[in-house]
Structure formats: structure tokens, C-alpha cells
């Protein structure tokens, strides 16, 4: 029976691909590669890799950034919650269009966001533009590096922007499963006020739960490579990007230290993971002397108010962010210290469009494949788990594999030998590359509904002579499409929003929208980045729009299809 | 009608060596035998189990025969055991008639023409393209209790099947229901914490602790 095998075949698509190109980018980084006459081990590429310049403050703006980046984020989600979850908000409170808000932000690709942001936040950005000259007296752009800072600032705040509507839907799904209200009810009747009660009784059976995303954060802030491209310091760049920069360098002979740099990478970011686990069990001692305490009311007023400001702000900046992107892109002439272009046009939309429809074809084609075959063994996983009545138990953590080791270290190692091969560049090896992105988030997505539909339904339909299969096709699937199809547009977004899989695996030939945008960073023609950032950022919500439709459509006799989700 | 047998022999439900529940009973054709008992007693284990449903974590022993025919290990859609729930569960996705359809046994020489007559059965005619859920409480237990006829069970569980209808309601379909198991030789646990129901049921009593 295929369906026997399935967990076998998940786990191959996601560790053997892992496994593999760590292996690939581990003889490379010791000095074998015997097609560029590598054959003896050597710690050569070691010693190249740490007396190129600058490179320890690569590795310590990669740091940093990872650190503060995901304690920002979770503060700023933590205290959210604290101030929101500790009563019933109103229908059209600000908390509730703050949660609805955060999961269209969530299906932004990072570059576009990072692109928004930079347009914001430059010295010809919106905001300097909307205070000058009436507050600042500038008349022309302030010479100031605030996009591409050496210490990394802009870019923890354009992660945090990311990460937080990550962290807050993670916790959202979380929460019913530790019964927060009744926790925090049951602590303000101790006399515990509101914020303060959440984040004693709530907060510490909430974080085991999100450890694991917490964790692809923590991975993913340590090895960005387009939004520190977009965002990050330059010279030196982050880790990350210098790695990148190597493996492009047309010398062979930089292929070693390069892959040296992406193991480095790995172990920074195992680093990263160390000290955090670490920051865990000092905040654990932290917060049992505090609860111990039994302080009711400390500080409780200002947790709230953080939450509520800063969760605001970051929905606000990328709101803005997003209006700045079809601003650049529709802009007409705009002189410097004027709030608005003086016109709008499309001119430049139109100009671009005939090299928009290639990449936007080949997004598309990868995107679709990798969701497609991406769903099909997620059913397939969900249904054996469904007939068996059993869950592998190691498999969330193998879901978290491909988020958890970086990208560069394992992705250049397949990149390597590929090009070693000759194999040349192929849609079917980057749209693979995808399905180790896209798989497990369409996993987590889907898997909560599938177990959560009501077991009698199964039962009735065999009872009256339906076979499993029968019930498969004629019962589970139609009653889960909804569902489905989300868990498809989330993938799909994935997909759209992946980089360096896209650059790697298509050696620099394959062209996607994403890849073009990013690497329309370098040139900063404003207009077209605009463009691009914004079909990028347009698309995922096409997957998201298709995918709350078209159930509505089919269903739309059907009253009884509107409850489940 | 043919009148069918229900056997259970000797069967025994344990939960972790724990024993839940042993009982041993014989069911004529049409007979009903009621099943009362507080929650955690077991008497949805034995319904599962009989049905082919038992969750993994519950061990049974003892034959379960229908009709001369160890069912024990029989899997749910062979056994012909039909089930009917506290919740008439009408599939959302299907019609009135749709889901009519999903209970008519495959092989039928006139699906639709059987389906017509059954809507004409339980006072439904010209319903049968309705949403289930524009249908009022009544009506969709008579579609569920017809679905689960169309199936040709030879034996029916019921898993407190008027427990959520309101009082006047639970009359009629009590009424009803047994009417047409009874009137098809059909043997029927029911399940049940209301002593109403097995008055109604006119069968033997087994009270669980």
C-alpha cells in the first residue's frame, strides 16, 4: 500500500536533501573537490575564510541581528497578547483589526516588505519626505546611511517587521490548547492585574509551544540573505550575503573558501541557537523569582501600552511600507522634499511589462509545482495518519529541519556538485528546492484541520458501505477543501518568496520575479524595484483571494460548508 | 423481510487491562436491546467496538456474529451494521438527495426513482435538492433515519439518537424509528440515559455501572 510509505518519502524529501548538501559543502570547505583538483583535505580555505576583511564583523552583525531581532519580535508579541488576551475585545476593537490585519502581512514576501520599508525609512524615504522641510529644513536628501547601516539596525527592524505576524499567528493557533482565559481569570481573582496575570500564568505554558518557530526565527534572522541584501550592511556585509558573494564570484578557486564561509554559517547559527537556549533557561529562573514574588500589579500598565504601540506600529510601517512600493511604482516626476509625487502614471508599469511576463511565468510554474506536489504528500501523510490512528511523534521536529539549518550551508553544497555535474540549471531542481520550503509550512497548516474534523463523519459514511478510500474522496476531501485550498495559497506564497533556492539551485539563470526585484536592489532605480516588489507582493494575495473564493463558490448552496474551517 | 440475528459472545472491553464492560446477549430480529448507564461505563465502547470502530488504545475479546457471520474483524463497511447518532449528521457538502444517494446501496436499477419514493416515505417529496441545512430539526432526523434504511443495514446501532430533539419531536421519532427497525427484523442496541427511550424501545434493560 503507497500510503505505507508515505512518511518514508516525506522524511527523504526533507533530510536527505539536507543531509546531502551538508555533506557536499563540508568536503569543499576542507579543500576537496577533486573536478577543480582539490584532492587533498586542507584547512587552506579556513584560513582564507578568516583573514578576509571584515569577515568577524560579518559574523557579528549576523549574530546580533539573529538575537535581537527574535527577542524584539517575541517581546513585542508577548506583550500583545498580554494586553489583548487578558479580556474580550469587541468585534472592531483596534486588538481585533490588528489580528486580522497580521495575516495578509504575514503572506508578503520578505523582500517586498524589506523593499517597502527601505522606501520609507531612506533619506528620500516617505517619512523624511512627509517632515521636510517644515521639521528637518533639508532641502535635498540628509547625507545619512540609515538603509544599509554598518551596525544592522534597519535591518533587525525590517526583520522584526516580518517576524512578529509570524510569531503572533504561531501563538495565536497556540493559545486555545493552554486555556488562557480561564488561567487569566483565574489569576485576576487572585488580584493579579490583567497583563500582568497573562504573562505569569499564561506566557510560561505558552513559549514550549512556539519554541520550534521561535527557533526557524532565530535560523532564518541569522541567514537571511535578500532582505540583508536589501536592508543589511554592505561593507562587510552580513555573513550570509558575503557567502553568497563568493559562491558568484566567476574564480573557481573561491568555491572552497566560500564553502568554508557556508559552513560557517552553520555553526553560527547553531551559535545563535546555543545562546538562545541558554537566554531560556535564564529568563525560566527570571520569571519563577518574579512570579514568586507575587507582585499584582508591577509595570502592568506600561506591558499593555508596549504591546498595543509597538504592534501597532509594526502593522502601520508595513502598511505604509506597501503604499510606498505602489507609490515608487506609480510615480510620475517627484521632486525631493515633496510629500507626493507631482503626478501618477503607469508608463513605467507598462514599459516594464514585456520583462515582467517571463520571470512572472517561471514564478508561477515553480510556485504551482512545488504547492501542488507539496499538498498531495501532505494529504497523503494526514490521511495514513488518519486510517492508522497514529502520529509519527518525531516528525514536527523533522518539519523544522529545512527552517532550522541555513539555507547557504546546505542549499551551495547541492549547488556545487550540480555545477560540478554539468547538470546545468533546471525548473524541476529549484522547484524542488521549493518543496523543502513549502512542505512543511503547508504541513502546519493543514494538519490542525484535518485532525480536528469530526471523527463521526468517517464513521457514518463506512457504516452505510463506504470504503476508506470512498470516504477519502467523497467525504474528507470535499468537507476539507477550504482548508485545503489555504494551506495551498500559504505554500504558494512560500514559494513566491524564496530567493536564494531560486539563485542557487537555478544557477543565476533562473529568472523568478523575486530574483529580479532583489537584484534590482543594486541598480536603485526606484520606479522599477516599486514595480517589481509590487507584483511580488501582489501575487501570494491572488493565492489567498482564489483560495477564500473558491469554496464560497462551490459551497455556495451549501450553508452547512460555512462552519468548517 | 428476512428477520436477522445479532450475537455477542462473551465480549469483553478492556481499557490498559482495565475491564470496562463484559456482557453476553442474544438479539432476535427486531428486538431492541437498551443500554443505560452513566458516561465512562462504557456503553459507547461497545457500540464502537460492534460497529468495527474501536480506538487502538482499547483491547476486546469474544466473537460478534450477525446472521451465522463472525463480524468481530470485519471491517465497518462490509459488516452491515448501520449507526444512527445523537446528531442526524447530513453530509454539508450533499443534497438532501445527495445524501439520500450516499446511503442507497451501489448496484440499484433506479437510483433516482428510489430516492423519490424514499423522500415520499418520510413526507419530503420535491425536497430532495434542498441545502440539508435549510431543513428544520425534524426533518433531518426522517433524512438520516432514511439514509441509514437505504443502506440495507441487517443490524443498527444507536448512539442516543433523540437526545438533542426537542420533547415533542422525540415522541414522533422514537415512533418512527422503531417502527421501521422492528418492521424490518432489524436487531438494535440502543444506547441511551433516558429512561423514556427505553419504554419506548419495549426491550430488555441492561443498566451499567
Known amino acids: ?565 | 423481510m428476512k428477520a436477522h440475528e445479532l450475537h455477542l459472545q462473551q465480549v469483553r472491553l478492556c481499557l490498559q487491562d482495565k475491564l470496562l464492560l463484559a456482557l453476553d446477549a442474544s438479539l432476535a430480529g427486531g428486538e431492541v436491546l437498551t443500554i443505560m448507564g452513566p458516561s465512562g461505563s462504557g456503553k459507547s465502547t461497545l457500540l464502537a467496538h460492534v460497529a468495527g470502530f474501536l480506538p487502538p488504545a482499547f483491547r476486546a475479546s469474544g466473537k460478534v456474529m450477525l446472521d451465522d457471520e463472525d463480524i468481530t474483524s470485519v471491517s465497518a463497511e462490509r459488516s452491515g451494521v448501520g449507526l444512527l447518532f445523537q446528531d442526524p449528521l447530513l453530509f454539508p457538502h450533499l443534497s438532501v438527495a445527495g445524501n439520500l444517494r450516499f446511503g442507497l446501496v451501489p448496484g440499484h436499477p433506479k437510483p433516482q426513482m428510489r430516492v423519490e419514493q424514499a423522500l415520499a416515505e418520510i413526507g419530503l417529496s420535491g425536497f430532495g435538492s434542498r441545502d440539508p441545512e435549510t431543513l428544520s430539526g425534524g426533518q433531518r432526523a426522517r433524512v438520516s433515519l432514511m439514509r441509514l434504511l437505504l443502506s440495507e443495514p441487517r443490524a443498527v446501532l444507536l448512539d442516543e439518537p433523540f437526545s438533542k430533539l426537542d420533547r415533542s419531536l422525540r415522541a414522533e421519532m422514537r415512533q418512527l424509528v422503531f417502527e421501521h427497525l422492528t418492521s424490518r427484523g432489524l436487531p438494535t442496541i440502543l444506547v441511551t440515559h433516558d429512561h423514556e427511550d427505553a419504554e419506548a424501545a419495549r426491550g430488555r434493560v441492561i443498566e451499567l455501572f
Open chain 1, 1 to 565: 500500500m503507497i500510503l505505507r510509505l508515505i512518511p518514508v518519502v516525506v522524511i527523504a524529501i526533507l533530510v536527505l536533501p539536507v543531509l546531502a548538501g551538508l555533506i557536499l559543502a563540508l568536503l569543499p570547505a576542507f579543500g576537496y573537490l577533486p573536478v577543480l583538483g582539490g584532492e587533498q583535505l586542507t584547512l587552506e580555505p579556513w584560513l582564507r575564510l578568516f583573514a578576509s576583511p571584515g569577515i568577524w564583523r560579518s559574523v557579528g552583525v549576523s549574530y546580533a541581528t539573529a538575537l535581537v531581532t527574535t527577542g524584539l519580535s517575541l517581546l513585542i508579541v508577548f506583550c500583545f497578547l498580554a494586553a489583548v488576551g487578558a479580556r474580550q475585545s469587541g468585534r472592531w476593537s483596534l486588538d481585533s483589526w490588528l489580528r486580522r490585519l497580521v495575516s495578509p502581512l504575514l503572506s508578503v514576501p520578505h523582500a517586498a516588505a524589506a523593499f517597502g520599508f527601505a522606501f520609507l525609512i531612506m533619506p528620500s524615504g516617505l517619512l523624511t519626505r512627509w517632515i521636510s522641510p517644515g521639521l528637518t529644513g533639508w532641502e535635498r536628501p540628509p547625507d545619512l546611511l540609515i538603509v544599509h547601516d554598518s551596525l544592522g539596525l534597519s535591518l533587525m527592524a525590517g526583520l522584526v517587521m516580518k517576524e512578529v505576524p509570524f510569531l503572533l499567528l504561531m501563538s495565536l493557533a497556540a493559545l486555545p490548547q493552554v486555556n488562557a482565559g480561564q488561567r487569566v481569570i483565574m489569576a485576576r481573582s487572585l488580584g493579579y492585574r490583567p497583563g500582568v496575570a497573562w504573562l505569569k500564568v499564561v506566557a510560561p505554558a505558552l513559549y514550549p509551544l512556539i519554541r520550534l518557530p521561535v527557533y526557524a526565527v532565530l535560523a532564518f534572522a541569522s541567514s537571511t540573505v535578500d532582505v540583508a541584501m536589501i536592508l543589511g550592511p554592505t561593507l562587510p556585509p552580513t555573513l550570509s550575503v558575503q557567502v553568497v558573494q563568493w559562491f558568484n564570484d566567476p574564480d573557481l578557486g573561491t568555491l572552497y573558501v566560500a564553502s568554508a564561509g557556508a559552513i560557517a554559517q552553520l555553526l553560527l547559527t547553531a551559535a545563535v541557537l546555543l545562546n538562545w537556549w541558554l537566554f531560556e533557561q535564564l529568563a525560566s529562573r527570571l520569571h519563577a523569582l518574579w512570579v514568586r514574588r507575587g507582585h499584582r500589579s508591577f509595570a502592568d500598565r506600561s506591558i499593555r501600552s508596549f504591546g498595543r504601540v509597538t504592534m501597532s506600529l509594526v502593522v502601520l510601517m508595513a502598511g505604509l511600507g506597501f503604499m510606498a512600493l505602489a507609490l515608487n511604482a506609480f510615480a510620475g516626476f517627484w521632486r525631493f522634499p515633496a510629500a507626493w509625487p507631482a503626478s501618477l502614471s503607469a508608463d513605467a508599469f507598462f514599459r516594464a511589462l514585456p520583462t515582467l511576463q517571463d520571470p512572472l511565468l517561471t514564478t508561477l510554474v515553480i510556485a504551482a509545482a512545488a504547492t501542488i506536489l507539496a499538498v498531495l504528500l501532505v494529504i497523503a501523510a494526514l490521511e495514513r495518519e488518519q486510517r492508522l490512528g497514529v502520529a509519527a511523534p518525531w516528525a514536527l521536529w523533522l518539519l523544522y529541519l529545512p527552517l532550522l539549518v541555513p539555507q547557504i550551508a546546505f542549499l551551495s553544497g547541492i549547488t556545487v556538485s550540480a555545477e560540478v555535474i554539468q547538470s546545468g540549471p533546471s525548473l524541476a531542481l529549484v522547484a524542488a528546492g521549493h518543496l523543502l520550503f513549502v512542505l512543511p509550512y503547508v504541513y502546519l497548516a493543514l494538519a490542525e484541520s484535518y485532525r480536528r474534523l469530526d471523527p463521526r463523519w468517517s464513521q457514518l459514511a463506512r457504516s452505510l458501505g463506504s470504503s476508506m478510500n470512498g470516504v477519502f474522496w467523497r467525504v474528507r476531501l470535499p468537507l476539507l477543501l477550504a482548508p485545503i485550498l489555504t494551506a495551498a495559497a500559504l505554500g504558494f506564497a512560500i514559494s513566491i518568496s524564496q530567493y536564494l533556492p531560486t539563485r542557487l539551485l537555478g544557477a543565476g539563470r533562473i529568472t523568478t520575479v523575486t530574483t529580479e526585484a532583489v537584484a534590482l536592489a543594486a541598480g536603485g532605480d526606484r520606479r522599477l524595484i516599486g514595480i517589481w516588489s509590487l507584483v511580488q507582493a501582489l501575487l501570494p494575495f491572488v493565492g489567498f483571494a482564489v483560495a477564500i473564493a473558491l469554496p464560497g463558490l462551490i459551497w455556495r448552496n451549501r450553508r452547512g460548508m460555512r462552519e468548517i474551517q
